[in-house]
């Protein structure tokens, strides 16, 4: 039996009894499908978010990023909600802030690529946000089930930025993080590939 702390989350994602041990911020870190639908973001929280994405590295310093901010009960959340896929909806609604990640794919009016990187980079900003949500007691699940096309269309995003992935956003419910026993089974279910399988090595 594991406490809700780092050092369990630590022994989940280092298989290595010996491994190395990763900080609590990212060994912590996990997306999960219930959030407290009673806890509302500050907006002071929204702010430190979007500042962390803001101070993210990218090519040439393009900064190739843009968010749609919706906090639960407010109009730019209602307008997100409709755009979700029944999958997403199903859980989503229940985050405090639901957040649109968009790239800026190409120069304004041109098919020529604003930065070939832009997608890495808007990756970037988003890790970022992430682990600022962890320092914050926050969790975030990133998700595509959402009608891009709509979305886009509804927020008059121009041609040359994309509407790229959705994150929802908030806190475990008391009692999930509360609890100790049994485990979600997503956690205990997590799993990730052997640092062997992902170096590679000069042939």
Do not use: C, K
Not at 109 to 121: C, P
Not at 138 to 162: G, I, K
Not at 178 to 198: C, G, H, V
């Amino acid at each position: 039996m594991r406490s809700r702390s780092a050092p369990w989350n630590a022994e989940l994602v280092n298989d290595q009894p010996e491994g190395p041990v990763l900080h609590p911020l990212l060994a912590g870190r996990w997306s999960p499908t219930t959030f407290d639908p009673a806890y509302e973001a500050s907006p002071a929280e929204v702010e430190v978010l979007l500042e962390a994405a803001r101070w993210a590295p990218s090519a040439g310093n393009s900064q190739p990023w843009a968010f749609i901010v919706g906090r639960r009960g407010d109009r730019t959340h209602r307008r997100l909600v409709r755009h979700l896929a029944g999958s997403s909806a199903a859980w989503a609604l229940t985050a405090s802030l639901l957040i649109a990640n968009l790239a800026h794919r190409f120069v304004e009016g041109t098919d020529w690529e604003f930065s070939e990187f832009a997608v890495y980079d808007l990756g970037q900003a988003v890790a970022h946000l992430t682990v600022q949500a962890q320092a914050l007691g926050l969790h975030v699940r990133q998700f595509r089930a959402f009608d891009r096309a709509d979305l886009a269309a509804e927020f008059a995003v121009p041609s040359h930025w994309e509407v790229t992935t959705m994150a929802a956003v908030g806190r475990l419910p008391p009692a999930l993080a509360a609890s100790i026993d049994p485990e979600p089974a997503e956690l205990l279910t997590r799993s990730r590939r052997a640092l062997d399988d992902i170096v590679w090595t000069a042939g």
